[in-house]
Every structure is written in C-alpha cells, then in structure tokens.
C-alpha cells in the first residue's frame, strides 16, 4: 500500500497532468487563432506555404498543395455546372460502350500512378461523356437541376467526410438531421414520431416492411420466421414500385406471398380490392400484416386515397406504409397537399427530397409516427460504438436506429437548400413543377399529333406521339404495334442528337408512351413547347 505521502504525490501530479492539460487545449487554441500553430498544415498548404518540416511531395503525394483539387473546381463549376445547364449544350454525348471505352483511354488503372495532367484530363472527359442532368432539358427521371445551396453543402460534407452514427463525429450534423425530421414529420402529421436518412427509397420500403413485421411480432428479430404459425403476406397497389418484390424477397418473407391491389383507371388503388384481397388472404391462411399504398406512382404520378386505405388497415389492425419517394412532396404545397390527404393515418412513410425537392442524389428518408420503434427493431447496441456512459446524452446517437454501421451525411444538402429558401421557397419551387405538368398537359391537347394518356395528377405527363402516317387509320391491334415502335426510334434520334432526354415505357395494356416528368426547378414554359416542337421534328417522318 502506497503510503499518505506517496498518495498525495500522486495526486499532486494528477493534478499536474489535468492542469497542462487544460492549459495545453488554451494555449493550441491560442496559437492557431494568432495563426502561429505548428500544426495548422491545411493553413500553410492553402496559402502556398509549404515548409519541408511539415509535409513534402515525396511523403505525401498529392497533398503537398492543393493545386489540383483547385484546378478540377474551376473545371466542375465551367463544364460540370455553367456548361452543363446551357440549353444551347448537349445534354448528352451518347456513344455505344465500346466507342466509349475506345474513347476512355486512361480508363484502366494501372500499377504506376498517373500524372495530374492525366487526372485533369479524365476529369473533363467524364464531364464531357456524362449525362448532363442539371440541364433544363433533361426529363428523363425523377431528379435533376441544380441548386448552389444544396450543391455547397454536398460539397463540404464530402470535404469533411464524417459518419452519422453517432453525435460523437457528428455533432452538427446531427443537430441538423433533428430539425429537419421535425419539420418534416410536421408536415404529414407524424408528430412526434421518428426518422431517419436511408440510402434511396427502396431501402425506405424496406424499413417499413421490416419495422412493420416487428411491431406486430417481435419475436421474429430474434427467434426468426421459424417462430409463426402463419405465413406472413403483404399488399401493394399493381402499380406500386418494385422495391416491394425485392424486399418481400430479401427479408424472407417470399415474392409468391404478395398480394397485387387492383387500381382504376387512373393508377390508383382500389380500397374495396384492398378489402377483398385481405380476406382472400385471410382465408386460404395468411397472416396478412402490411399494406403499401403510394403517393405519387413511378409512371402515371397517381396518388392512392389515403384516407379509405387507411381506414381498410385500421379494420384489419395492418400496418399502412406509403411510398411518397417521388410524390410526397406535395405536403410542402398549400395548393397540392390536399393530394396528401389521409398521410396523417398512415404508420410510416418514404419520402425523397432528391426528387422533387432538389436535393442532389441521394436523399431519401424513412418516415414514422411511432416514437421508439425504429431504435427497437433495428438496435444491436455494438458496444464498441454506442457506449452509455459517453460524457453527453447519447439519446442524441442515433446510428442504432439505421440498418447500416458507417452512414453517409445526407442532411447538410438539404438544411442548405431549404434554409437558403426558406419554406416560401420550397413551395414556390414544388407549385412550378406542377404548373409546368399542367401547361403541357394543356399544350398536347392542342397539338396535332399527341394524344395525352391521361390528366397529370402529380407532375407526370404521359403521351403519345402520332406521326402523320398512322394518322386517321383504323386502331387496330395492328395500329397500335406501330404506335409502339415511335417512342423508342424518337428517344433514340434524341440521344444521338442530344437535344434533350425523356423517358418512355409500356404500361399493363397501354403500349409504348413518352413519360414526361417535371422536377428541374430552371425548366421554364418555353422548354415544354420546345420539347412539343423537338419530338415532332424527330419523329414526322416515322
């Protein structure tokens, strides 16, 4: 045993120990304010200042200056950005893959590194044979444009390069990442329920199903499947998004144990075939636990009634989850929110602000009204990495709600856009996408040659384009065979051209049709007659 003197020795030199400690942290503090800190390296490189005591080439490649990464800034924001939102420009430079390769000389990797002249020309070479989607012509998916607010914070979340696991690395982020859920779980009346960012809407789907499966058997996440007494089966509208099949898949529950909603006319779910689908289930033996409804399909833009599904889900105690990936964006619309209503129903939702809010890929978000569920499914309590006795509230870790580990930053892009914007801005932004479908819309009804398929609902237009030869023939089954085959000869006159991309598909009965879809917030009027005017140059010979 030490003796009293020995202890307080100890004690002395502990306080020794915590004291230049303290006085360490001020005095770093105060050199690296005075600009005198030995240590500020990026300080010194950024202002040319290289000293052979701090970092050198031979030690360091690529870091002696920054230079380079200069260099390819000035490059993204010429090509990458000014050029790239010219309508004048290309919105694509299309070449078959094996011209492209043939193009991409440096594209293999080789054993000796490559000069930065090298470098700086691959760069400009995959500006050059990219896709241009920040064009306000480019229309062929569900995002585009370009925002410098969002643009900024995308940039210096990869500059900082942190993990949004937990407050600890994360700090800021993570303060945003709570204003933004709130603001948005206010938006669909989820109040005081929980969120997450998820990489893209099908892993959204997938939450809802698995915190679905948990919430009404929670014996599953540690006793497995093997545990029922009943096959699990879920439901989803015939024209919902596919992520439903391969999560079914993924999740063990089985794509055969998915039971396809009828939808009318318009793409919308059927609530009285919800109704007749769950007790068909019900009676060859199922245990029916989820129903995915969606605000805003993939092809027609369709909004499910909320509301009536909702009130199915609550007669038969099931989960309703809605996939808003490409539509709920509407909540942020006074005018458009009504296409919303009954979201304050439903359990959980799916909802990509890299869509039609602007946000640049990807931004996607998991949605539910229930408070604790989330960390309850999918906590693991690694305890290497959510320790509780961290010296602040560790409610504030939030990476034992996600199904990953390492969580990319998502939040910085969009708190940019939407503070920068403020929500007058937002809404403004959201009601142009949609007077822009319904402008469209109104100018193919008065063009010879196009034929809309139906009123857009969201900001889809979907159409078709009758050159003058199958005009005012008998439409036969033979008719439309020819009908079909337009809309990919056109699209492929596009890409050679490159004057613009849109998309175009079949849909259940419907043969090939052009899918028009608005969510560039620079797309104006003028770009919807010149899309009119551009497929009709490309395809009246057809």
Known sequence: MASNGNMASNGTQIENRASNGVNGCNKRKQTEQNGNSENSVIKKMANGNHTESVVSAES??????????????????????????????????????????????????????SSEDQLTEICKDVIKYSVKTTNPRFFNQLFGGMDQYTLS?????????????????????????????????????????????????SMGNLYGMNLARYTKFPEIKTKGLYCLDKPLCMFTSEKGHYSIKKSAGMMGLGTENIFPVKTDKLGKMMPEDLRNKINIAKGEGYEPYFVNATAGTTVLGA????????????????????????????AVSQKYKYLMNGIEKADSMTWNPHKMMGVPLQCSMFLTKHKDVLQDCHCANARYLFQQDKNYDVSYDTGDKSLQCGRKVDVLKFWMLWKGKGDDGMERDIDHLFMLSRYLANKLKQTAGFRLIQEPECTNVCFWYIPPSLREQEENKEWWDKVAKVAPQIKARMMECGSMMIGYNPDGDLVNFFRMVQSNFDTTTADMDFLVTEIDRLGKDL
Request: proline letters at 5%; charged letters at 30%; a negative charge.
């Open 60 to 113: 360091i490649p690529g870091k002696s200056d920054l230079k380079f990464l200069r260099k390819i800034v000035d490059i993204i924001i010429k090509e990458g950005l000014i050029g790239a939102m010219d309508r004048e420009e290309r919105v694509c430079e299309f070449l078959q893959p094996e011209d492209l390769k043939a193009k991409l000389k440096e594209l293999k990797i080789n054993r000796e590194p």
């Open 303 to 330: 909004y499910d009634p909320l509301s009536d599904i909702a009130d199915v889900c609550k007669e038969y105690n099931l989960w309703l989850h809605v996939d808003g990936a490409w539509g709920g964006s509407a």
């Open 153 to 201: 914070g995308a940039w210096i979340t990869e500059a900082l390069n942190s993990s949004q696991y937990t407050y600890e690395v994360a700090p800021v982020f993570t303060l945003m990442e709570k204003e933004v859920y709130s603001k948005m779980l206010g938006l669909i009346g989820f109040d005081g329920g929980d969120a997450i960012f998820v990489p893209g809407g």
